[in-house]
């Protein structure tokens, strides 16, 4: 039995009870995420009400629960249907069943899992970008590994923000809160039957934190919320919001994720084998398990015991990402976590690059390499960065001797391997050929596959993103009150046939979507040329950070420009859910990071899961992906003129693109089909498929990180 097992029973068992008969399987299905990538899951709940499916955001427990009866009745009454519905039960049936891979880690002592953000699914609202999509990718492929993982987080009730974008081109922010009661969790009881419960000082107060259960195919992810009655309106509005902007409920949430992450797991009757921290937000959890080490009378050992169950991933090569903390406000906060003890001196001085230098502040990050037995960077140039940037806190050490290693990422591939591709590389790549993606064998057979079949796939995913592009960018223009003929030629202007051109992330500064802007004339002559070129663009700025504001405020001045409207959107709120159309159906992904600030990027690599090539500066994945014959590149190099870079940068951008890719894409056999752009295609899947694929980046994890123990 795990932690929450029968409220997920009784959660199904309810959730039933509304169902038609033959349909009653689904409700099992719906609180467990794996449905999502699976082969026919989201088909299958569509099918039952598209609209209703699109209105809850993909959400099946609204769904089931929000459909009008004649829907449900009609769906029971289709044996087709039930078919499926049986195919899918089945399958999920089997995976829970299935005994856990043997291996360094045993069922009874999971890894637990801590990040601030997990992207799981676009139903599920508790991610920001990057860091939370990996995350929620490393838990899927967990489960498909078998590998005995258990997640914890925050089950923030506001999340991220969502955003939109008015005439002028300013980006507004709001946000919607999410209730747990209608997503796929159930809230966590104990033997009595109430709610399970602890609490976190801080502050003054004990803040009361319950626990929520999602189901990520075998993985529980276990979330932390403290929006309670029973807690002041400060208690509940530290789970309120994803990288609140407030700095001391920012410390506050790192409590609740780590001390309370910890309390968690031990009111829950869980055990880990070992802790892996990703990135230094729940670097706190250091403290609760000291206090547990010297309850358990460890003595002098406790540090090396904590340390040798502690793992950590770092992913900010941004100085002022790697957060920190004054001395009073560390207090303020948490100086009644008081277990600190003795403790608390050292664990001050630790996050300190001097430690002997009390007026340094205390930062995350270097608390968590200092506290962990294992370290790692997400990339090899980001490992590289990572040692020289931290070599600090190893006097005596040179960079390169830094204890730092790095583990490349890597993306689940079935969730963002879409549509026609998958269903081509399905019928190539045999049978499971998924559980084997991070093999290099597995893609061979690509080297079989027709040219033309390739090149169909990769029409089939730029029609529908065409499709999808049209409804949205009409619909984001009418709501931004543009003129009715500017919003209609969203309607009218993109094209299935055309080359497209995607850019979509985070728009933090250092990512250069402005390089874009840079040179309009050439911007404006792709689009309008011989042969013309659509982009897309799509991406959230912080609430905070002006600058990246200011550059969707310049890419929107463009618009006016003739010609514009029908080949050029900027699509609102970029989530998972419009991520996964968009890496799908571009043929041309474009990353145009300030190096090295890109510590590994991802996007790109779900891109060319789906045969969509690259054309990135050298930094992050790409330096280690690029070999000439698999897409394009900008020198990574690092320069100290910013500005100067950025010319030069841009001028390579649009130097490429008009000499060499859009030639190519244009270059086509007597059948349409153009051979060299397919052959990039398969070469960018051969190589990079087995590469970046989770399930390569998770062997590694367990491999060089998980066995140690
Ligand atoms: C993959 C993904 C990201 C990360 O993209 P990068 O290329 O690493 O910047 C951000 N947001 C969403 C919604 C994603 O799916």
Redesign the pocket.
Known sequence: MTAGDLDIERAVAELADDLPLPLRALARVAYDYRWSWSADGPALFAAIDPERWARSAHNPRRLLTETAQANLDRAAGDAAFLQRVARLALELAAERARPSCGGPVDAAHPVAFFCSEF?VHGSLPI????LG?LAGDILKEASDMALPMVGVGLMYRSGYFHQRIDANGLQHEYWIDSDPERLPCVKVTGADGRALAFTVPLDDEDVEVQVWRVDVGRVPLYLLDTDLPCNSEFGRWVSARLYEGNRAIRLAQYAVLGVGGVRALRALGIAPSLYHLNEGHSVLCLCELMAQARADGAGDGAWERVRGQLVFTTHTPVAAGNESYQRDEVLAMLGRITELGADRERFLALGRVDPANPGQPTAMTALALRASRHANAVSRRHGEVARAMWQPLFPGLSADQVPISHISNG?HVPTWLQGAMRALLDRYLGPGWMLRAGQAATWEPLRGIPARELWAARCEARAQLVQLVTRRATRDRLRRGDPLAYAKAAGSGFDAQRLTIGF???LATY?RLHLVALLPERALALIGGAHPVQFLFAGKAHPDDADAKDVVHRVFALKQAPGVAGRAAFLED???A???PL?AGCDLWV?LPRSPN?A?????M?SCLNGGLQLSVLDGWWAEAWDGSNGWSIAGDVQADAQAQDQRDAHTLFDLLEREIVPMFHQRDAEGVPLRWVEMMRNSLLRNGPRFSATRMLGEYVEQVYRAS
């Open positions: 992207g991610y920001s970008g990057g999509v993306v979509a992330r985070r990512k970029y989530d998972l419009l991520a996964a890496v990353n890109e590994s990027g991802t996007s790109g779900k």
